[in-house]
């Protein structure tokens, strides 16, 4: 059975840091992308980060690049999401996916995932 479990969300004051973290289970996760997704109420899913297969290639939409940093540990199955400088606009709930694309460097889009945990919440206030 695949399972993918996000945790670490909270509420953290503005400029501050958090840490989330993507447990992935059931299958061989360190062939495909993995990805960070965001949604608020009434707005789609939207991209925040991705990495590739091997870790070496990272994405990140505008909105938080430099401030986010993607990374994973094969070994443990886990993709991680390091939140510094946050802001209100960043609160929303955290989702995790997998790629589909066996090797593959990215995933940008909810349709090019296969697996979603159901989220974590993180809270910015200002």
């Known amino acids: 059975q695949v399972q993918v479990v996000e945790s670490g969300g909270g509420l953290v004051q503005a400029g501050g840091s958090l840490r989330l973290s993507c447990a992935a289970s059931?299958?061989?996760?360190?062939?495909?992308?993995m990805g960070w997704f965001r949604q608020t109420p009434g707005k789609e899913r939207e991209f925040v980060a991705s990495?590739?297969?091997?870790?070496?290639?990272?994405d990140y939409a505008d909105s938080v690049k430099g401030r986010f940093t993607i990374s994973r540990d094969n070994a443990k199955n886990t993709v991680y999401l390091q939140m510094n400088s946050v802001k209100p606009e960043d609160t929303a709930v955290y989702y995790c996916?997998?790629?589909?694309?066996?090797?593959?460097?990215?995933?940008?889009?909810?349709?090019?995932?296969?697996?979603w945990g159901k989220g974590t919440l993180v809270t910015v206030s200002s």
């Open positions: 059931g299958r061989i996760f360190s062939n495909y992308p």
């Open positions: 996916a997998a790629g589909k694309q066996y090797l593959g460097n990215s995933v940008r889009s909810p349709d090019a995932t296969s697996y």
């Open positions: 990495i590739g297969w091997a870790a070496g290639y990272t």
